[in-house]
Each structure stands twice: as C-alpha cells, then as structure tokens.
C-alpha cells in the first residue's frame, strides 16, 4: 500500500492524541515505524537522554523517493485505508500521526532508501520541510531526531534528567526485545552499548533484558484453548518482585498494559505471594483481531477484548494450571530444551489419541456460561510448590484430556480450593498450647500436627479484620485525644488528605482542616488507641501516588487499615494467657490466615517431618 492522507472519517474514528511526549514515546514511534517496514536489524541511538538527539536506523523496506515528504504530513498512512481496516490491525502504527508530530517539535531528517530506488533525505525543522536531496547510505531508513522540543520550551521543562529519561527509554526498548525476538537490537546510549540483542529468540532476550539467570526462575509454556494462545514465562513464585515493573503484557504482539490479564494473572498467583509482592511474567496473548480493540487509547498501551471473561478465564486456568502443578500444566510446560510436547515419555509412547477437535474463540463465546471467576475473592491456600511439580512428572497423563469450557474449568478449581480451605481449618477448642518461643512464636499441639503461630502477625491480622469489618458497618467508635495532633505535609499532600477526609472519618479518625497545609487529629479509632500517627499517616502518605491514580475508595480504605494496623502494633511484646486464648478464638481455626502485609500467620509442622530430622523415618 502507498502513503496517503486518511479521508476525514476515517481519520474521525481515531480519537486523535498526543503522540510525543518525551523522548522514549519518539523512540517508541520510530521503532515501531522500523518494524512495521519489515526490519531485522534496527539501532537506535541516544544523546542527553534523548533530548540531544535520537537515532533510529533500520533495514526495513524503506520510504520511496517520491514519498518521502508524504510521511511528514499528519494522517499520512501506508498501514490504513478504510474504516473497517481498523477492525483488523495488525501493524503497530497506524494513525499516521507520529512522524508528522515529532518533526513539529524538533529538527528531524529522514533518510531512506528502498531495495530498488536511491538514497534521499528530507529535513525538516518545526515541521517546515527542506529540499529533497540525494543521499548514500545502505538499504533501509534512518531517522534523526535532534534538539527535542526546541521549539516549545514550556514541553521540554517537563522531561526529566537524562539518566530517567535513558532509564525510560532501556525500559520501552526491552519490550520490543522481548516482543520481537526475531529483530536484532542495538542501543547505545551516549555512545555506551546498553542492549544488543541478536534476534535469536525468545530466550535469548529474556536473558538480554533480565540476565542469564532468569531462565532459572522461570516457567516457559505455551498454551493454547479455545482459538486464543497464551505462551511466554511466569516467575516461580519464589522468583517475586517488589513491583509491578518486571511485567510485561504483550496482545497480538504489542505491549500493553490490561486489567482483565493483570486480574487474571494476580488471581493465580494469589495464594502464592505475599502482599506487596507481584509476579515476574513476560506473557504473549494472540488472540484474533476483530477481539481486541487497540484504539483505546492515544499511545496504545491499553486495549479493550470484546469478552474479557473469555480472556480472562483462559489466562486464569493456564495460568492457575502451571503454579499449581496440575495435570494440565504438561501440557503447557516447554522443558529447558525448548521442545514442547516431548517432556511426557508416557505421553508419547501411549497410542496417539484422536486430536480434540479445537474450540474457536466464537464457540467459546457461546458456550460462556454466567460463571464469572471471582476477582480477588479467593481464599489463599498455601501449598509446597516444587512437591506438586515433581509428582506431577510421576502422574503423567497417559493422553492428554480434552479440552472442555475454561469456565467449567475454572469452577472446579476454585470448589476444590475452597474444598482445601475448609479442610484445612481446624478445631481451635482441640489445640493443646505448649507454650511460647522467642517471645514471639506461639506453640500448639493438635494430633499429628504442630502449629506455630506468629502472635504479632495474627494480632495484626485481627485489628485488620475488625478495623475493616467496622469500616464496612460504619460502626467504627472513635476515641478522643487529650491533646489533639497536628499534622503538617506539603499541599499536595494536604489536598490528598482533604479529599479523603471522608475515609479518614470512616475509619474512626475525627480529622479537620487547620490552617495551612495542616490537619488536626482529635479523634482516632477507638481499637487503635496506641497508634503511632505519625507513623501511620508517613505510611499513607507513602503511598498517595500509586492510590492517586486509583478511583475505588475500597482500595484507600484497605491502605488505609493495613497502615493503621501496622502503626498500632508492637514487636517483641508478651501476650497474657487470656490473650493468647482470645487470638486463638478469633482466628476461628483458620490456619491460612495471612497478616495485612501477607505473611502467614501460623507454620504447621507435620510429626512426620520433625521425625524425618531425627532420622526415625527416611
Ligand atoms: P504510521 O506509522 O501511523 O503510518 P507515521 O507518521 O509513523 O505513521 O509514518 C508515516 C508513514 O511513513 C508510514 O505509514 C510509512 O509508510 C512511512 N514510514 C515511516 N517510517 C518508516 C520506516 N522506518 N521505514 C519505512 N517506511 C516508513
Ligand atoms: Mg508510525
């Protein structure tokens, strides 16, 4: 297709929007542009961040002599025509805006040169074009991108230092590595090499981008159900990380960030990791076209499906079917030499069954039953990962099973885990207390079994649940101070806090505007008497970006109760008998329990493995 100006309608389809920003958004467009021309080969190059200069050299097909000057025009497009084309995009530009804004904002220089034409270049500055001339150079294009934003000074006041700005831009590119594993990459940075990928694979650049070691910690699969796949590695779970960042979500091969997957991805994990600790996973998600829309937003990182609960679903079970080590996860798991489907020696000598018949997505849809997976409503059972991975080689299916409703899948594993949880619970009347180590760990005997219970966490665990269960009712009792608190913050910090004086309320704190940037506490909650308020709005306060972007005060007031809680406890502290019986009591036998910060609360030991220390059995 040649470049053209898109008609007005179509153009109207698109809600137009800014496409550069900073100078990882101009890197992310020119590669992106590199890889819709077919490159295998791209390079990219920065200056002072990005704000000097950006280079972006490719071998792709290249920009005909005559078109040259097309590219610049905004709605210029070779990837779009008409409004159904939207319906079925599988290149990654196709607004046809990007060139045309970055060479408003800077001085750029397209060179390009196709398999049969010559080299040219064409200057632009401010988006002012220059004169066509003749060039060298290989096959292939090469953008430059010089003095960013110089024109619009107010712009550039908001980039940030050229080391946050590399940062950004190492960050961005290691998502194409990842998701173009076949293209080999190249940047350089103030002339220091900070990625070279060789297009050879997925492995390979994981291991570019995460370290060789990666390959250790995680899982390689690849699944497919019902016309949707769903390949790439999962952390083990003791392989978690402190944030979100070593995420990465990739739709038909565009790096996106999504909530349906993030939820289905946490839901599995859930029992597994701690509060706070988030999953490492590099996930590829192809799914047909006319499912996703990817116009959701003006920089693509967000895209909508048509039926989030058949892609939900599907990720949840696959996903679920691997940490929990169930039969089906052979199916999935690609062993370390990167041949699928040969891992199961039993699988391959048993008489080849009739292949399933596949499951399109649209079949799916039909048969999708009301059955919505809870999201975040699981109870978490903690379970011996490496054990349930090992039996599960012992106990390989002799074929694999059919495959059947990924809702109906996905039913029967949260009975069963619920089925667990029950099981799990016990008698609290029948433990038998043997006493208290280190002043912290509370020692129960219970027929076979040996609990140690961590009374701080449960203890926090407790004002937890009361605190929150209080908010819910508004039944929260407030307690008067003597001598009210002031607390004074910057005014971003305030106009938080102000906006969110109704939570605060809620809680059981009497909180009111006093002067200034400053707030007078008079009043906290009457079960969090000894809290540490300081303490207790530093931890709030902590984490005011994160919550800012967050609308559901839900997830404010569990903030809020995890950092109340935490401000009120205190370490190291010995429980009366009294105490202890009524912890005990309140955990209701539940054993799983985990503390607002997500460690568990009780250890079981079974009497078997003390004996297997003493060698009495083997
Ligand atoms: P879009 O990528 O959305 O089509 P751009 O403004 O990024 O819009 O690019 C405009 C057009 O210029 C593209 O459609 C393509 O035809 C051409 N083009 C841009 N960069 C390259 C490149 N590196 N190699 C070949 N063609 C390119
Ligand atoms: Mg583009």
């Known amino acids: ?55 972006v050299t490719d071998n792709g097909c290249g920009i005909p002599k005559d078109e040259l000057r097309l590219a610049y025009l905004p709605h210029a497009t070779s990837k779009l025509s008409r409004a159904e084309d939207l319906e079925r995009i599988r290149t990654l530009g196709f ?78 590119l290691s998502r194409f590595l990842l998701s173009r594993p076949e293209v080999s990459f190249t940047y350089t940075a103030n002339g220091k090499v900070k990625y070279r990928s060789f297009g050879d694979g997925l492995r390979s650049a994981l291991a570019v981008v995460y370290g060789a070691d990666v390959l250790n910690k995680t899982y390689e699969f690849d699944a497919e159900k019902n016309g949707i796949r769903l390949h790439g590695f999962l952390g083990a779970p003791e392989f978690s990380k402190p944030n979100r960042s070593y995420q990465s979500l990739f739709v038909n091969g565009r790096y996106v960030v999504n909530q349906t997957v993030s939820a289905a991805v946490s839901n599995a994990y859930g029992a597994y990791l701690m509060k706070r600790q988030y999953p490492f996973f590099v996930l590829f998600l192809e799914v047909p076209p006319e499912v996703v829309d990817v ?98 080689e012992v106990h390989a299916p002799a074929a694999p099973a059919p495959r059947e409703d990924v809702f109906e899948e996905n039913r029967r594993f949260l009975l069963e885990r619920e089925n667990k949880a029950r099981q799990d619970k016990i008698d609290a009347d029948l433990l038998v207390y043997k006493g208290e180590i280190f002043r912290t760990y509370l020692c129960y005997e219970l027929g076979d079994t040996v609990y140690l219970i961590d ?75 000894d809290i540490r308020l300081e303490e207790f709005f530093g931890e709030v306060l902590a984490s005011m970006e994160t919550l800012r972007g967050i609308r559901l005060p839900d997830l404010l007031k569990d903030k809020l109760a995890t950092a109340a809680c935490k401000a009120a406890v205190k370490g190291g502290e010995a429980l009366t008998d009294g105490e202890v019986r009524s912890l005990i009591r309140a955990m209701q036998g539940d054993m799983t329990l985990k503390c607002p910060h997500g460690r568990p609360v009780a250890v079981r030991i079974a009497r078997a493995e003390i004996e297997k220390l003493f060698k009495r059995i083997v």
């Open 455 to 529: 009374q701080h966490a449960a203890h926090e665990r407790l004002i937890y649940d009361r605190l929150r269960a209080k908010c819910e009712a508004r039944t929260v009792c407030s307690q008067p101070m003597l001598v009210p608190y002031l607390l004074n913050v910057n005014a971003q910090e305030f106009a938080f806090l102000e906006k969110n004086l109704q939570l605060l309320r809620e809680l059981g704190f009497e909180a009111e505007p006093f002067g200034g940037n400053s707030l007078k506490i008079s009043a906290v909650p009457a079960d969090l008497r």
């Open 1 to 55: 297709m040649s470049i053209h100006v898109l008609s007005a309608d179509v153009f109207n389809k698109i809600a137009a929007g800014e496409v550069v920003d900073r100078p990882y958004s101009v890197v992310k467009e020119l590669v992106e542009n590199a890889l819709d021309a077919g490159a295998t080969e791209i390079g990219v190059e920065t200056e002072g961040g990005g704000k000097r200069l950006i280079r």
């Open 95 to 172: 607004r046809g805006e990007a060139i045309a804004s970055i060479a408003a904002v800077s001085r750029m220089k397209l060179t390009s040169k196709t398999k049969d034409g010559e080299a040219y270049s064409l200057r632009s500055e401010g988006g002012a074009l220059g004169e066509l001339t003749r060039d060298g150079g290989a096959d292939g294009t090469c953008a430059l991108v010089e003095d960013l934003f110089f024109n619009t000074p107010a712009r550039r006041k908001f980039l940030k230092s050229d080391a946050q700005e590399d940062a950004d831009i190492a960050n961005m």
């Open 295 to 392: 116009n959701v937003h003006p920089n693509k990182a967000d895209v909508r499906f048509a039926e989030n609960q058949v892609i939900y679903g599907c990720v949840y079970s696959v996903v679920s079917a691997i940490l929990d080590g169930n039969a089906r996860a052979l199916e999935y798991l690609v062993p370390a030499d990167g041949r699928k489907g040969e891992a199961a020696p039993a699988a391959a000598a048993a008489p080849a069954a009739p292949a399933p018949a596949q499951m399109s997505y649209e079949q799916a849809k039909k048969q999708l039953s009301f059955d919505v997976p809870p999201l975040g409503g699981r109870t978490p059972v903690p379970r011996p990962f490496r054990e349930e991975r090992n039996e599960l």
